[in-house]
């Protein structure tokens, strides 16, 4: 049977061998398919067309999966993950430099940094990951940045005191930022699934950095009436005045204790301490080293407190920063 295909169809085949996109493709098989004559002589034809369509879509939607992927979440590691948000130019990079071991690229121009970059920093014997960021500004923002701040445990803020307007820079971070249903605040509260999008009140904390530079004080005020009480470091990553002080807050905001074992009978293990959210009891801490010692858990000893130093402790005792445990089952 012949196809008696019709001049509208040549014309969207036309279109379709001219297409330089895959979206511009898929909308000239779509028209194809449209006008085509449907009758047996086209059926393969037809299926051909169809098959064509999917498989473009299924390649775009693997494109956007991957960008995805590389932009919007930032795998987390160690104890917690803290974002670093600030106009451009305000040293977010520095301090990277300052806290890890990583050397991302700073410069005296803003806009340095254009993708999300992981470090890891060091905490006594663990390791907090922080992730340095591409600036926000009044006119720049990438929505995108919003999905990585929702999911981190701390937001550090980060502005320079050479910052000509430092109070507009941080109005319009915040802006931004409630855009995306986000609200920094200095408590913070219990993070979300990340799937949800309610909005959210995420721990944050101020570095106001270059120190170095006369004006702390001038620029503390301006600020003082957008941050409310979030908390303000100063810092200078040029100098290195604040920044050991900045590693133990940030610490100490993750409201994480670290606790080693020791297997009865053995010299405790102090190379690699579990590290527990505060607040948890021998109990819930017995089932984090194996499922089963909820269940099996007898008793408990604990040494790091004169007062318990080797004592058999309550299941519902709090562990302390730095407890040995011994965990009897
Ligand atoms: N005086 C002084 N300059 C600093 C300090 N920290 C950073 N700088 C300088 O500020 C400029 C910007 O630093 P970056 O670390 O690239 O700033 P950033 O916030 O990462 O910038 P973007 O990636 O563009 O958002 C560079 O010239 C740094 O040398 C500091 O403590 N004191
Ligand atoms: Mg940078």
């Known amino acids: 049977m ?3 295909l019709t001049p509208q169809y040549f014309e969207a085949e036309r279109l379709y061998k001219e297409a330089t996109s895959p979206q511009e493709r898929i909308h000239a098989l779509k028209q194809m398919y449209a006008v085509i ?7 393969k034809l037809q299926a051909d067309i169809k098959r064509k369509i999917s498989k473009l879509t299924e390649d775009i939607d693997q494109t956007k999966k991957a960008g995805r992927r590389h932009s919007d979440y930032v795998k987390r590691d160690g104890a917690g993950q803290i974002v670093l948000v600030g106009p451009p130019n305000a040293g977010k990079s520095s301090l990277i430099d300052a806290l890890t071991h990583a050397t991302p690229e700073v410069a ?3 806009f340095t940094t254009t993708k999300p970059l992981p470090a890891m920093m060091p905490y006594k014997d663990i390791q907090i990951q922080m992730v340095d960021m591409p600036p926000i500004g009044v006119d720049y923002y990438e929505a995108w940045l919003s999905n990585i701040i929702r999911d981190c445990d701390i937001v550090l803020l980060v502005i320079g005191i050479d910052d000509l307007d430092p109070d507009g820079s941080a109005k319009a971070i915040a802006e931004h930022l409630e855009t995306a249903s986000v609200e920094l605040t200095a408590e913070g509260e219990a ?3 990340g799937l949800d999008f309610r909005a959210i009140k995420k721990k944050t904390m101020l570095a106001l950095n270059k120190i170095d530079i006369e004006g702390a ?9 957008v941050i409310g009480d979030i908390p303000v470091l100063e810092i200078s990553c040029s100098t290195g005045e604040g920044i050991e002080d900045l ?12 606790v080693y074992t020791k297997i009865p009978g053995k010299k405790p293990d102090m190379d690699k301490p579990y590290v527990v959210a505060k607040g948890t009891t021998i109990i819930e801490f017995a089932a984090i080293v194996h499922r089963d010692f909820r269940a ?9 407190h004169a ?20 965990l009897h089952t």
């Open 307 to 326: 007062k318990y130093d080797g004592l058999p402790v309550e299941k519902g005792y709090v562990l302390d920063e730095g407890d040995v445990v011994e």
């Open 296 to 304: 099996s858990l007898k008793f408990a000893r604990v040494w790091g």
């Open 37 to 43: 004559p449907k009758h047996k002589g086209t059926e």
């Open 191 to 193: 993070a979300s699934d």
């Open 2 to 4: 012949p196809a008696n």
């Open 108 to 110: 005296p121009y803003p």
């Open 217 to 225: 004080g001038i620029v503390k005020e301006l600020l003082n009436p």
């Open 247 to 258: 590693r133990q807050r940030i610490y100490d905001a993750l409201a994480i204790v670290r």
